[in-house]
């Protein structure tokens, strides 16, 4: 399908490429070059597949090694980005070499389905979205941890405390972890009108708290 074209393998410090080309007679002959991921690397590499006229060339979605690569060429020729998955299932030891020769002889047939790969600015918005995404989980995981530190021991404070991390929450904390261990004292540090429940917040603070406890709510 392709009688011109490449495959790229693509590692943190180093990038194989090779070029796959069927001459008239039928002949298939490959050319295997490796450049450095450097700025002035991945230039030289453009502008060597621009003298090969190579339209089309495919390389791993290898998380953010393969995006100079992608940025630089996208336009340019056509840039397949496969699954590691799929191209890689072949036989016999690997190495680079092996794998950018096998990604273009992929290329060659047909037998590369290509990724979405966004354009520059919805890949910086996606980026953005998953990062927001992690954040607040990693947040409720945390908040979780805290729940656990404060159930375990019977500190039944939902009952009485609707929000654990607000304002009231979070004082109250803040003097356990400091070293005070008297439930009154704690409680007195609520605000608004949980202090008005000073008697109910006085026993929903009453346990048995322990390093582990602390330990549990630091790491949040």
Known sequence: ???????IDVHQAQLTDCRRRVDAD????QEVREFATTDDAVLTLSTWLTEQ???????????????PVY????????????????????????????????????????LIRPSCIPPPPMGALRDRTRTRVALIQSRAQANNWVI?????????RMSVVSDRFGRSGRRMRAAWLAGERDPTTRAARALGMLRRQQSPLELALTGPLTEYHAWLIRGA
């Open 26 to 29: 039928g002949q298939v002959t």
């Open 148 to 156: 656990t530190g404060l159930e375990d021991p019977h500190i039944t």
């Open 1 to 7: 399908m392709h009688p011109l074209c490449g495959g």
């Open 53 to 67: 006229q190579g339209p089309v060339v495919a390389l791993e979605r290898t998380g953010v090694y393969g995006r």
């Open 71 to 110: 940025h630089v060429r996208a336009g340019r020729v056509a840039v397949l980005g496969g699954k590691a998955q799929e191209m890689q299932r072949r036989p016999g030891p690997k190495t680079d070499t092996a794998d950018a020769r096998w990604m273009a002889e992929l290329v060659a047939h047909g």
